[in-house]
């Protein structure tokens, strides 16, 4: 059990600029999930994956966010067109088909 | 949908004494998960305690313990025996039985001073 693994640690990008994080969920977790922090507040959950499929979206993943699962492993997340009020902590967290979930370190987003 | 209350956005306790920290849900679910996450400073989310709640008994690790109240939708988390390293943010968290959302408190922000 190696944990959650998110790269890059840190993304300092221009506004309108595309950014992509990557996760790597500990082996054989089926269950994937995306959250976003913002500072003093806790995680907002984005999105769900159950192996390949994505069976939960938040109204907060707007059409400019897109996620990935394509073999049922890694997890990408793409934001296009970026704004300053994607600022925050994009955090991955997976699970077997119990709880609980097992969060990574977070990718630090800064849009300037 | 669910929903989750923190109403202590910070505490301070002293080494060696005792803590609690409030939380309540809400959920249209009979079957469901409670958990509680640390986040110290720049790192990582860590579970600290779970419950299920179809399980009356309360939940305890070691010097962490829970209070569930589940007719209430309460979900305290008592720390005994404060030690410097319990400094971190805490979340109360809970999970539908379908396993596909953990939804977040907005945290307490806990400080252990010696």
């Known amino acids: 059990d190696t944990g959650v693994s998110q790269d890059p640690r840190h993304k300092i990008t221009k506004r309108g600029q595309n950014v992509t994080f990557r996760c790597d969920p500990i082996?054989?977790?089926?269950?994937l999930y995306w959250y976003r922090q913002t500072l003093g507040q806790g995680p907002e959950f984005l999105t769900y994956f159950q192996n390949e499929a994505q069976l939960e979206k938040s109204r907060l993943l707007s059409d400019r966010f897109s996620a990935e699962r394509p073999k049922g492993s890694f997890s990408t997340l793409e934001i296009q067109r970026t704004e300053q009020g994607d600022s925050a902590m994009y955090l991955c967290?997976?699970?077997?088909?119990?709880?609980?979930?097992?969060f990574g370190n977070g990718t630090r987003l800064t849009v300037t | 949908a669910q929903t989750v209350t923190q109403s202590q956005p910070e505490m301070s306790v002293q080494e060696a004494e005792t803590v609690t920290l409030s939380c309540t849900y809400d959920?249209?679910?009979?079957?469901?998960?409670l958990f509680w996450y640390k986040q110290p400073p720049s790192r990582q989310m860590i579970l600290v305690i779970r419950q299920e709640a179809y399980k009356q008994q309360n939940a305890t690790e070691n010097r962490f313990s829970v209070n569930f109240q589940k007719a209430a939708k309460s979900f305290s988390l008592k720390i005994s025996d404060s030690q410097l390293g319990d400094t971190a943010m805490y979340f109360c968290a809970c999970l539908n039985q379908a396993g596909t959302a953990l939804i977040f408190g907005k945290g307490t922000t806990l400080s252990v001073s010696s």
């Open positions: 967290a997976s699970s077997r088909s119990e709880p609980p979930l097992h």
């Open positions: 082996s054989e977790h089926n269950r």
């Open positions: 959920t249209s679910e009979n079957n469901y998960y």
